[in-house]
């Protein structure tokens, strides 16, 4: 019976489609309604942007500009379905999302398979996690997007951690009250994410 209704919400989920009317950046996006809607299961290079709580700008990272003009010309004006999963908002109370195309096409996936964002799961939010590393592993190999700049060559050592997914420079804070059987160790940057872990942006930062 819960499957059931697990799949029935889905498909009513499938079933709303609606016009994007504004691209924020490469994971979030408008609707013709006005909600926001964050594209779960990945994470693109963010834009320049107000940091309020340091009160500046936060640089824009390479390849954000790219990631936002291609979801622009994908979507803008296009209509839209959503799936949901297990959580549907975040902390800014936008949506969070999988967002089709009228032809099938699943524009997260999209994304990483250009190589213009990269995987970051989030529990509970995983249902396309092993799909999503396995089409990164192919935009990896294929040098596309952001993955030009990923040297496969290093001397860092990094921690990942089995649960979170999320990969940490040795001196994180984040690593002191960390379950060592929940850790993972990797010699290259590359490692972790082929592995499809993300990186902590307290202690690591996208080259």
Not at 114 to 130: D, F, H, I, W
Not at 175 to 197: A, E, L, Q
Request: hydrophobic residues 35%.
């Amino acid at each position: 019976m819960i499957l059931v209704l697990l799949l029935f919400s889905t498909f009513l989920n499938a079933e709303e489609w609606i016009e994007v009317t504004y691209v924020y950046d490469g994971d979030t996006i408008r609707l013709m309604d006005g909600r926001r809607v964050r594209l779960i299961g990945i994470n693109a290079p963010e834009t320049r942007h107000e940091d309020r709580k340091k009160g500046n700008y936060q640089e824009e990272e390479p390849f954000a500009e790219d990631a936002k003009q291609y979801l622009n010309n994908k979507l803008i004006h296009q209509k839209v379905s959503l799936e949901l999963d297990h959580k549907t908002k975040d902390h800014y109370r936008r949506i969070l999302a999988y967002v089709f195309l009228p032809d099938g096409t699943m524009i997260n996936e999209k994304m990483v398979e250009q190589g213009l964002a990269y995987c970051m799961s989030v529990n509970p939010n995983t249902r396309y996690e092993k799909q999503f590393v396995k089409t990164q592993q192919i935009a990896m190999d294929a040098g596309k997007g952001i993955w030009k700049r990923i040297t496969k060559t290093s001397s860092q050592t990094y921690i990942g951690n089995k649960k979170s997914r999320r990969f940490h420079s040795p001196d994180c804070p984040f690593n002191k009250h960390s379950n060592p059987k929940k850790s993972v160790f990797f010699d290259r940057i590359w490692d972790c994410f082929y592995n499809g872990y993300a990186p902590c942006k307290k202690c690591v930062v996208m080259p």
